[in-house]
């Protein structure tokens, strides 16, 4: 089942197109994830957070996405990370025009 | 500039195919809202929450959506919802095949 995962965190920068310039190889990386459909890259200056929403095929892999990214962010010195793993409601989310497969 | 809204908020159901039935015309009219690109509808029995992923062309339709649709799920008995706005980091999200515009 496809599965919503939302993050984020307390970030204090680089934002806009100084994050791109960081994180362009990250994002790379990325897009090879197992099970992985897409990811929109967030962030608020003005509350000091990002995160990302991310589209999985299935659970398990969101799961196994989660755990490895948890460890890499809290690596980089990233605390109170907020995570949620959603199931997507289909017929509903195609008449609002998600952009599900 | 293009604006995430992720929400979430306790939750008793129904879900999957009873919340379709129930929602389709709350559907049919959310996607008519101003500025609205798509909603995903998520849900998640086993933790009993539910939300959505919203993109908005810009950032004041997304505030303004909040208000009203927060307004409306405290009138229908929700409490403790959470809601946070994001700008969407375009050439990161786009690198991650993001579904933005």
Known sequence: ???ILQIDFPFVGPFAEEMHQAMQALAE??????????????????TQEAGGIYLFSDEQSAQNY???HSARL????????RAK????????????QGPIQ
């Open 1 to 3: 089942m496809q599965t």
């Open 29 to 46: 990386s990325i897009i090879e994830e197992p099970g992985l459909i897409w990811k929109i890259w967030t962030e608020n200056p003005s």
């Open 66 to 68: 989660l755990a490895m």
């Open 74 to 81: 809290t690596a980089s010195g990233v605390t109170d990370i």
């Open 85 to 96: 793993l959603f199931a997507v409601n289909a017929p509903l989310s195609q008449i609002c």
